[in-house]
């Protein structure tokens, strides 16, 4: 377990130009989330589902890490052992920043990836930014069941946030960049820790800032400086 958890949002991915459901604009504006999002929209609008998130997955393709993803990656390979990076983003831009698949907890899955629809199997698939029909004509080649996008559907279950509590175990320090708090309580976890920080571009209904040692209202590309250093100080007196 680790000293400190680093949570990132949409906020983060924001600002490499990667749109948020919860803004006008964009890929999000065509298409309905309670038709393309939900947990049961494969079975009951499967095309309309799977073009939706092939466009996000193309969407990706030329998206570039921001300075927050690479000063985290920065400490993160820094500090190994004492650092947790989880973020509710399904996008690949931490891993563009340079870290490996291992160093980056993503709670909500991972656009790059499909996988088998069928439980015992679950067969995984990277395929990069293709279309899920490029990938054996959207069938898995071990069950022969049909694939789908590696997220995290509205409604479903999901199995990172074990990790995400048991990483809350041991931590000392919690970090909030770039989430609305509208998907995970932040409030709550905030008060597993002594010190904790909120970084948001603007205050939000949903979190309760004075549960939190340290609110910055600003870019988190610029807030992610003065963060850093807040880690080294906290890490270098505690050790």
Not at 16 to 40: A, K, P, Q
Not at 51 to 71: G, S
Not at 215 to 234: M, P
Request: glycine share 6%; with cysteine; net charge negative.
């Amino acid at each position: 377990m680790s000293k400190i958890i680093i949570l990132s949002g949409a906020g983060v991915s924001a600002e490499s130009g990667i749109s948020t459901f919860r803004e006008s604009g964009g890929l999000w504006d065509n298409y309905d989330v309670n038709i393309v999002c939900n947990h049961d929209s494969l079975d009951k609008n499967e095309s309309l589902t799977l073009k939706f998130y092939d466009k996000r997955r193309d969407d990706l393709k030329d998206k570039v890490p921001n300075n927050t993803h690479i000063i985290i990656k920065e400490l993160k390979q820094k500090y190994p052992n004492d650092i947790s990076v989880i973020t509710q983003n399904v996008d690949n831009l931490f891993e563009k920043a340079g870290m490996n698949d291992d160093e980056v907890i993503h709670l909500h899955g991972f656009m790059t990836q499909v996988r088998c629809r069928e439980d015992q199997c679950a067969r995984i698939y990277n395929i990069e930014y293709e279309s899920i029909k490029d990938c054996n004509n959207g069938i898995c080649d071990d069950c022969g069941s049909k694939l789908r996008p590696n997220i995290v559907f509205f409604g479903e279950m999901a199995p990172m946030y074990e990790k995400l509590n048991e990483e809350l175990t041991d931590c000392e320090m919690f970090i909030v960049i770039g989430t609305s708090g509208n998907v995970i309580g932040v409030n709550t976890l905030a008060n597993f820790v002594d010190y904790s920080i909120l970084n948001n571009l603007e205050p939000s209904d949903a979190i309760e800032e004075s549960l939190f040692s340290k609110v910055l209202y600003k870019k988190s590309s610029i807030a992610i400086n003065e963060i850093a250093e807040d880690i080294e100080e906290f890490l270098n007196s505690s050790s």
